[in-house]
């Protein structure tokens, strides 16, 4: 990453009376990429986020927004869902996120021509005259997307995007942060839903306890928890092969575990020397991020109470 | 630059949002209209005419047999003459007149008039008729025009002050009806009002929209914005209330009869100005006041008791009114003229009472409308420490060191 990050946190700290929020974070966040701000509920996401946004004063640490701290001037250039969601009940829809959009920096004109195409978009086009608290909970949650989004900002900061919609707004919700990152702008994503992420971003933060435990690219985090197993699908008796500590059958599959100093290139090359295996697929057996978390997690408390 | 479009969006809004409420277009129009047709209702019964002529015995002998009707009564019927009581009784015995004036012959000399009536008695309007009618006739024998028409008009009083000239005497009763008019409005809006005053941030704090907007725009805009949405509101209520009262003096002073005389150097242009002038920043003041104070409220029970103690601070004048009045530029008046809660009624008030120098009018001015303005900002710093306890309380000990601070206010 050559480019200056949009974001630079650094050791943040924050306390509310006796309950230490945020305890130590710290990630960068660069342009035009889809960062993940994952953890539990409670871990301290959404106070990092609100100390970001300077709605919260940090205890200790440092903020860096578009290269200097957040000020007044660079509000219009982000765009936020937070994760108290919430929108004026009684205006109707229209009029409500026209005026988000103006508050936003956007002309009337525009703030109308660019609505419309949200509208549609996020099929609430028929229901912009109603009031918004005549809304569902899901359409109420897309409305406040199109008022994150409406005023195309370089940085968009989505917490939860994903609670309370279908599947069919979920999948619409990904497809729209994957063209926000296309167009060259950066999306931080902050979840407790590991699994919603893995196909989006490139890189992430997991905070547990108010602290960084896992940050760096995605790929390389999964490569780091990998190498211990592998997945296979053929014929033969895969459990036989030397080097293989346990084989359990998977969906027709084969799940191996390596013994250590076993690797997937040396299972690879003993498959291929014996004529009684045939193989139709052979992977290294990535975790899932709920795995790593929890096998993260696991190691703290199991160092922690040593 | 994009500060003050933030702040014209925001007053914009909050101006929509509140004048499309149910609750402001009863208060705005259907309030006053419902004390107007009371009034009118009230009016219209203690006036109205039986549409039955007045009978009158003449035993003074100041009325001619062809008798002057008066001007401005043309729709009253001619009064009867009988010649004499018992036959008048007789008609209002059979319902044929509405009341029998008697003029005794001394009439001249006492002024008295017996007047017998039945199951009615005639209405203020028919009196007024009877007591113009005497009064026609009296100087018809008067043939100067000029003189016949100052002995029927009276005199008009008008009385300037030795010092500047200004009006006072003849429009004295008016300026006086602008103070309590000014202080009546004043104190309906304030009663009105404050509950939403004080509820400003709160939909906001209640719907979470707060976070959306906090990263929008800064807490200043969004404050001075509610600020100003709020008091062009209250202008708006303002301005439909004193239209209504001028619809209704216009009504009463072109009705045939009226004593109201439609003479516009009789209108105290000064004091109607002054009020204006003044209303603005007090109703500005009142609104910073209570919003600063809803942003900090935790709850609206605990933001309406503390706002009792605010609305006290306007009610003051109320509690000095006699000295106010005896000693309109006594210390304590002269004081109070300064004291931006108690300026706009204190000036009010004393301005009714005696004359008030141009520079302490100006001065009280300045200090009420720098008071507002500042109570604007304070209002914005109290909303952004409350934004940075958001969620976890907040002790007066924060406020004081925020406010020490002040940053990011």
Known sequence: MADQPVVHVAHLQKRFGQVQAVADVSFEVFPGEIFGLLGPNGAGKTTTIRMMLDIFRPDGGAVSIFGGPMEEAKKPRIGYLPEERGLYRDPKLEPTLLYLAQLKGLEPAEARRRLEAWLRRFDLYEHRAKKVKELSHGMQQKAQLIAALIHEPELLIIDEPFAGLDPVNTRLVKTIIKEQAAAGRTVIMSTHQLHQVEALCERIALIHEGRTVLYGELAAIKQRFAGEAVEVAGEGDFASLAGVRSAQRVDGGWHLVLDAGTTPQVLLRQIAARDDLTVHRFEVAYPSLDDIFIAVVAGQEAVGHA | ?409
């Not at chain 2, 002529?53 to 008798?67: C, E, H, Q, R, T």
């Not at chain 2, 199951?119 to 100087?139: D, G, H, T, Y």
């Not at chain 2, 409308?369 to 306890?389: D, E, K, N, P």
Request: overall charge positive; some cysteine; proline content about 5%.
């Open chain 2, 1 to 409: 630059m994009r500060e003050r479009r933030a702040v014209w969006i925001v007053a914009r809004h909050e101006y929509g949002r509140m004048v499309h409420r149910k609750a402001f277009l009863l208060m705005t129009f259907g309030l006053p209209l419902l004390y107007l047709v009371i009034f009118a209702f009230i009016i219209f019964f203690i006036s109205r005419g039986s549409g039955m002529p007045l009978g009158y015995v003449d035993l003074a002998g100041v009325i001619p047999a062809s008798p002057q009707m008066p001007e401005m009564f043309d729709r009253e019927p001619p009064p009867v003459a009988f010649p004499d009581v018992e036959s008048g009784k007789e008609a209002v015995r059979n319902g044929e007149i509405v009341g029998l004036y008697v003029l005794p012959s001394d009439y001249l000399r006492s002024g008295e008039v017996v007047l017998y009536v039945g199951e009615r008695s005639p209405s203020e309007e028919e009196q007024s008729f009877f007591a113009e009618f005497i009064r026609c006739n009296l100087v018809s024998g008067v043939k100067d025009e000029a003189v016949r028409r100052r002995l029927l008009d009276g005199p008009r009083y008008v009385t300037r002050t030795v010092e500047t000239g200004r009006l006072s005497g003849g429009v004295h009763v008016v300026g006086l009806a602008v103070a309590i008019g000014a202080a009546v409005v004043f104190y309906l809006l304030l009663m009105l009002s404050s509950n939403y005053l004080l509820q400003a941030v709160a939909d906001e704090k209640a719907n979470r929209t707060i976070e959306m907007l906090f990263t929008s725009i800064s807490p200043r805009a969004l404050i001075v914005g509610k600020g100003l949405g709020l008091t062009a509101v209250a202008l708006t209520q303002l301005l439909s209330w004193g239209m209504m009262v001028v619809l209704g003096f216009l009504y009463f002073a072109l009705r045939p009869g009226s004593s109201i005389t439609l003479d516009p150097s009789l209108i105290p242009w000064g004091d109607l100005g002054i009020a204006f002038l003044f209303f603005l920043p007090s109703y500005l003041l009142l609104a910073a006041m209570m919003i600063a104070l809803g942003a900090v409220s935790e709850d609206a029970r605990q933001g309406q008791q503390l706002s009792a103690f605010l609305s006290l601070s306007f009610y003051a004048p109320l509690f000095f009114i006699t000295q106010i009045i005896t000693d309109p530029g006594g210390a304590l008046a002269v004081g109070l003229s300064f004291f931006p809660t108690t300026a706009f009624l204190v000036l009010m008030i004393r301005r009714v009472m005696g004359v008030v120098p141009w520079w302490q009018v100006a001065l009280s001015w300045v200090v009420l409308t720098a008071s507002a303005a500042g109570m604007l900002i304070v209002a914005a710093r109290f909303f952004r420490v409350w934004m940075l306890r958001y969620g976890s309380g907040l002790s007066l000990r924060k406020v004081r060191e925020w406010l020490r601070g002040g940053r990011h206010a």
